[in-house]
T-cell receptor
């Protein structure tokens, strides 16, 4: 079963707009929620991550919002740029992402930002 | 440059012909893992290793083998490949400890005919 559900599958945004990708999880033991960005022909790379003791984390134009009671978290990309066009994966782990807490990934979202 | 290197990057082969995908990292990471990426399914873990000679199954281990004889290398072996193993494969590594990011290789696209 898919323990982390991600939506939408694909997203088209105009340059300067806001991109929003949502994820929902089932396992309340998850305590580490990273987002990965993947460009064509490349492996995923860590973009930003959050722990459930905070409701929001911002790094530049990228913000994670976290709702523990709803078991949901989302990625917001402000002022989206064509260079942000990539596939985005949310993930979750228990044990703080240590070796005994493997990452469970969402299905991925293909983001296209039009100039 | 810190990196995870996979070889080959692309491979087309036939059912039943044994193959090995190599993975090497130069960051002295203890933890290494293999994932497969399929459309609509995201990345699913195949096997992982917490250190030399310590390996364990992930979510989709059927049809795969791994070994960890050296810290830097973690090869993925398909002893009798089948078409349902056609996929994009990624090797990853990280330090143990909390909240350590995983570093991924650039992937191996495998086609089994």
């Amino acid at each position: 079963q898919q323990q982390v559900k991600q939506s939408p599958q694909s997203l088209i945004v105009q340059k300067g707009g806001i991109s929003i990708i949502n994820c929902a999880y089932e396992n309340t033991a998850f305590d580490y929620f990273p987002w990965y960005q993947q460009f064509p022909g490349k492996g995923p790379a860590l973009l930003i991550a959050i722990r459930p003791d905070v409701s929001e984390k911002k790094e530049g134009r990228f913000t994670i919002s976290f709702n523990k009671s709803a078991k949901q978290f989302s990625l917001h990309i402000m002022d989206s740029q064509p260079g942000d066009s990539a596939t985005y994966f949310c993930a979750a782990s228990k044990g703080g992402g240590t070796s005994y807490g493997k990452l469970t990934f969402g299905q991925g979202t293909i983001l296209t930002v039009h100039p | 440059e810190a990196q995870v290197t996979q070889n080959p990057r692309y491979l087309i082969t036939v059912t039943g012909k044994k193959l090995t995908v190599t993975c090497s990292q130069n960051m002295n990471h203890e933890y290494m893992s293999w994932y497969r990426q399929d459309p609509g399914l995201g990345l699913r873990q195949i096997y992982y290793s917490m250190n030399v000679e310590v390996t364990d199954k992930g979510d989709v281990p059927e049809g795969y083998k791994v070994s960890r004889k050296e810290k830097r290398n973690f090869p993925l072996i398909l002893e009798s490949p089948s078409p349902n193993q056609t996929s994009l494969y990624f090797c990853a590594s990280r330090l143990t400890g909390t909240f350590q990011p995983q570093h991924f290789g650039d992937g191996t696209r495998l086609s089994i005919l």
